[in-house]
């Protein structure tokens, strides 16, 4: 009861905060960490940049890469950039963040950025945080709205409480919870470009390979519906019944860490606090128990399903549709009205 409680009053503080007006900082000269990949723009970027236009003042999106260009055409068209720097080198080909990291102190130096932002992604949460420490200040991670220039509000223990942080540093570096912005789309204008300020590249780490899990379904961090299997699908065949549901309507396929760790499915498609966090339209949990760790990670969603065989799951507690059946029953029968 505990969880689905305290998160209802988190949502009602965050639905009060959102209505109250933002602080319309003038001075802020904030720093866009642009997240890119095959030449496209990462989608947590769009929702940092909307939290960034909510600070008020200027923004200034930050282009690194072996081939930055055509990012930083698109990029510059986005609502609020007002300036594009990129930086091209193949030693920022693939974020890491020891190269990353002094050029955006070098980047903060020479402009004098208040504010950085960055979406808190792997990516983000991976170079932001080395990034703060080169320039000597706290680390903001994972913020859900600002409330002014110095002051932003974020979940803490698994999303149970709601902090309201003050930061007293100079220069706020700060990542941002993709689901929590809307996503800034282009203007049209396009903004000026500059070469990014030259910086150290230690080369203290080399970029051997990636394994990427391909898939035609939407991506899990903005898919608008998502469908998550547990442990109770006993084995990771299984969970074909919710490829077949998800494919009905267009949803992402999720997991709690249970069917991850039992080798059911990749551990890309985990959802909760050391996953992926997402906030769908519609959210199924399908014989999941509903941990806290795992709340942690959906329960923003706007609509919760749960389908368990357990009366007594966690899930229940922060469902507004559940249905106590067994999986294999229901999740067929399902799928077979959605068909008709
Ligand atoms: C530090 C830390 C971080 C963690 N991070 C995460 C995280 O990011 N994400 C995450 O998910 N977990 C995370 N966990 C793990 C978490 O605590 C739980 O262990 C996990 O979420 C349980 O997964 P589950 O609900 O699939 O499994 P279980 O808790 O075993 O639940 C399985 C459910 O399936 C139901 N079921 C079984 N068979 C059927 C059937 N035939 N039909 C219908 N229902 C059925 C059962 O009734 C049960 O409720 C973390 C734990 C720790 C300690």
Do not use: C
């Amino acid at each position: 009861m505990l969880a689905s409680t305290t998160s209802r009053i988190a949502l009602q503080a965050r639905a009060t905060l959102a209505q109250r007006f933002y602080a319309t900082g003038a001075g802020a000269n904030t720093l866009l960490y642009v997240e890119h990949k095959d030449g496209a723009i990462g989608g947590a970027t769009l929702n940092a940049l909307t939290a960034a236009n909510k600070l008020g003042g200027s923004v200034t999106a930050l282009v690194a890469g072996d081939a930055p260009e055509s990012v930083a055409k698109e990029v510059g068209k986005l609502t609020g950039v007002s300036k594009v720097l990129f930086a091209k080198d193949a030693a920022y080909a693939n974020a890491l963040p020891e190269n990353v990291a002094p050029l955006l102190a070098a980047a903060q130096s020479q402009f004098g950025f208040t504010h950085l932002f960055a979406g808190h992604t792997a990516i983000g949460k991976n170079i932001f945080p080395r990034a703060a420490a080169l320039m000597d200040v706290a680390a903001v991670s994972d913020i859900v709205d600002i409330v002014g220039e110095d002051t932003f509000v974020r979940p803490i223990y698994a999303g149970n409480a709601i902090a309201t942080v003050k930061s007293n540093d100079k220069i706020k570096v700060v990542t941002v919870r993709g689901t929590a912005f809307e996503a800034a789309a282009a203007s049209g204008d396009a903004a000026s470009e500059e070469a990014a300020p030259s910086a150290d590249k230690p080369a203290l780490t080399q970029w051997i390979s990636e394994e990427i899990q391909k898939s035609d379904r939407p991506d899990l961090g903005t898919a608008k519906r998502v469908i998550s299997g547990g442990r109770g699908m006993k084995n990771g065949e299984n969970f074909s019944l919710l490829y077949d549901l998800a494919d009905k309507i267009g949803a992402a396929v999720g997991a709690s860490r249970a069917a991850v760790d039992a080798g059911f499915v990749d551990n890309s498609l985990q959802v909760g606090q050391t996953g992926k966090i997402v906030a769908p339209e519609l959210y199924v949990a399908v014989g999941i128990s509903g941990a806290i760790q795992h709340l942690a990670g959906m329960k923003d969603s706007k609509t919760i399903v749960a389908i368990n065989k357990d009366a007594d799951a966690p899930i229940f507690q922060v469902a507004d549709y559940g249905l106590v059946e067994d999986l294999f029953k229901a999740v067929p029968e399902l799928t077979e009205k959605i068909s008709k």
